[in-house]
């Protein structure tokens, strides 16, 4: 084993920690595998290894990766770890080295470009690799930086599957695929039975073409539409197009007539090369991903990740499907004079012939309007459904007593502010403070979604943190949601600060000025220093009201911030804040330790923690509503009572939606961190 393990050695006690020892000389034949781990450390950070020379060559990359080439990420090289880390996972004790969780994130097979080995690379200070995991995909670019003698830069080279700011190339759980060869044959799986139009949360519904079922195959540059002679060139150049380098995908092939329905008979003469009538490919599964099987996955991920690889084409297109709701959809292919739709088990895996997971349901009777388009049939029906989907219950239920204003009330300051607020809760988890009786009944907070929660709301299986059982929870990404909501008594909703595909990574960091006992002018003051603060330090902060007692601070931030760096950045402030005003604020989290200050609360910023957004009322005596305001409004006079259901609407016609850029002016953080330390030490 070379001295390079040395290092690793030195830093751990193989005593205490269930980290592997090195065995000595590792004689196995160079490999070249990478993996990446999650470690959870005293900063999260992930952890880039790649086998070469006999150990893990290794990188600590502390925003993880984005497949956005525009991210240029810090990777810090730190010592080489002995190949058996390869496999390793577990909990590093306290006091040790690294403490924390190491968790493998990915892994796979690499190749470096351009280089006469991977030593030889990294001795140079430049990597182009192509990473084959489940997660990481296609080339990534590592570059040696002249600052600092172990700090690189990690990148994703415009390629293929170079995209989004997300650090998955599908954005789909691939534990179950199967790392294996394309199968040559595969019978496709057809409905097992027909039944009538249903609902059922676990099921999705497609629209059913009449067309020509086929499987078409991509090899790297090889397109092979499978059971056909001919060749298609529009729909082939968009199959080499797809975002990866192998594809098995399913679909169904047809030409369409004047008004968008299929039609047999000129797909047909198509087929048989008598006409030159556009051809369109539906795709609805994907069996093959790179070197993956992905029959073993649910359907919902099959076409997730079927979604996330399908370039933009009018040849090549995505069937997208409508969860939970059978009966609705049957509708609007009805309307749009389809034959039917299929009923397909979203958790089922890929199966071979007819299966009972998939049904088909046939429309009953004739079109009704045949001089409508498919798309705009749908789209109509959709539209039409919208509007009855909430009936409201209870409208003259007393909610507030003291005002004598009503559960109706409610429902129509949210149906009034419904366009400014939905922004800052879409894709965003929500929990829900009940109030069914009023602010002075029984009430109870709800973050999972319940039974009976009606199909057509979106929900998302989420664990509230990492090592959580995953729930269903509600996203509020429409009116209909928001008002299905308030007529549970939701008085006010609780969004996360992360959203749905980035949930590890908050949009705000949020400092949560809590007086309790405390003076509100205590409260306006240390806003203001807070305010001067951030400023300070190069950010441009927004304020609001939390609508009952408090002040709420945010600074947006861009993406890829974990939650352990928001908060220990909105600790630093808290600290700074508590430290120069200590005669009125703390940051003392036990109520009875405070002596009556103004508690600067920072630990909000955590995965699972809620804050309410701006526009939503509070249930406490008056009907606030949490309010953003201008700092200039930071003075004596300032009470938040002032906001109410009442009111607020006013305030947002006369000077507009003054928290927007929560939502518009994300900001870097880092050059922020580095000034804060100069605050922290003085
Ligand atoms: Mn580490």
Redesign the pocket.
Known sequence: MGKSIDDYRAKRNFGRTPEPAPEGLDTRTPGARFVV?R?D?RRL?Y?LRIEMEGVLRSW?VPKGFSYDPKDKHLALR?EDHPLEYFDFHGLIPKGEY?AGS?TIWDRGRYEVLLAESPAQAVLDGELKLILRGRKLRGEWHMVKTRQEENSWLLFKSKDRYAGLARDSALGVDLDLALERDMPRSVRSMEAGGSRGAFSDPEWLFEARFEGRRLLIEKKGEQVRLRGLKRRFDGLEQAVRNVRAENALIDGVLLVQDENGRPDRERLARRLAGKSDDPLCFYAFDLLYYDEFDLRPLPLVDRKGALRAILPPSAELLFLDHVLGSGEDLLRATEAAGLRGIYAKRAGSAYRAGAHGDWQSIQAQGQAQSLDLGVAEALSKTQRHRTRNRVKYSNLDKVFWPAEGFTKGDLINYYERVADVLLPYLAERPVHLNRHPDGIEGKSFYQRQAKEGTPAWVTTELIASDTHGEAIPQIICNDRDTLMYLANLGSIDLHPWLSRRGSLDSPDWGIIDLDPKEAPFGDVVRIARETGMLLRGIGLRPLLKTSGATGLHIYVPLEPGYTYEQVRMFCEGVARVVARDLKEIATVERVIGAREGKVYVDYGQNRRGQTVVPPYVPRPVRGASVSTPLEWDELDSDLHPSKFTIQTVLRRLDERGDLFRPALDDPQDLMPAVAQLEEHLRR
């Open positions: 781990h470690h450390a950070h952890d600590a730190t690294g190491m």
